[in-house]
């Protein structure tokens, strides 16, 4: 069973960066889509940004620019590094994985769009507050 666990959140200023990570354990296949999830008080768990093990990374627009997410396969560890930040990003961080099924280009990204209940694995979250 995998198991995700996140780590890295915190407070940070409008303007200032975090790096998120997320600790993989326990997955057995080679092929996966690794993602980054947010959830703001009273909003929809939303797709931040997502990477297969094969492929480059793809982000939803509002992190365009900003957000850049990498995946180490030999520290089995997915980092989400933040730039740039706004008080709009405050949000319950989330890591989640999937096993993926078809190695065409933009699955991963198709699942991230089709939302949370795609994802099987997830870790318990990490919280980023900016301020403004």
């Known amino acids: 069973q995998v198991q995700l666990v996140e780590s890295g959140g915190g407070s940070v200023q409008a303007g200032g960066s975090l790096r998120l990570s997320c600790s993989v354990s326990?997955?057995?296949?080679?092929?996966?889509?690794m993602a980054w999830f947010r959830q703001a008080p009273g909003k929809e768990r939303e797709g931040v940004a997502v990477?297969?093990?094969?492929?480059?990374?793809s982000y939803v627009d509002s992190v365009k620019g900003r957000f850049t997410v990498s995946l180490d396969n030999a520290k089995k560890t997915l980092y989400l590094q933040m730039n740039s930040l706004k008080p709009e990003d405050t949000a319950m961080y989330y890591c989640?994985?999937?096993?993926?099924?078809?190695?065409?280009?933009?699955?991963?990204?198709?699942?991230?769009?089709?939302?949370?209940?795609?994802?099987?694995?997830w870790g318990q979250g990490t919280q980023v507050t900016v301020s403004s």
């Open positions: 326990g997955y057995n296949g080679n092929n996966y889509c």
């Open positions: 989640a994985s999937e096993r993926r099924l078809l190695m065409m280009a933009g699955y991963c990204y198709t699942l991230l769009l089709q939302g949370a209940n795609r994802f099987g694995s």
């Open positions: 990477v297969g093990n094969i492929g480059t990374p």
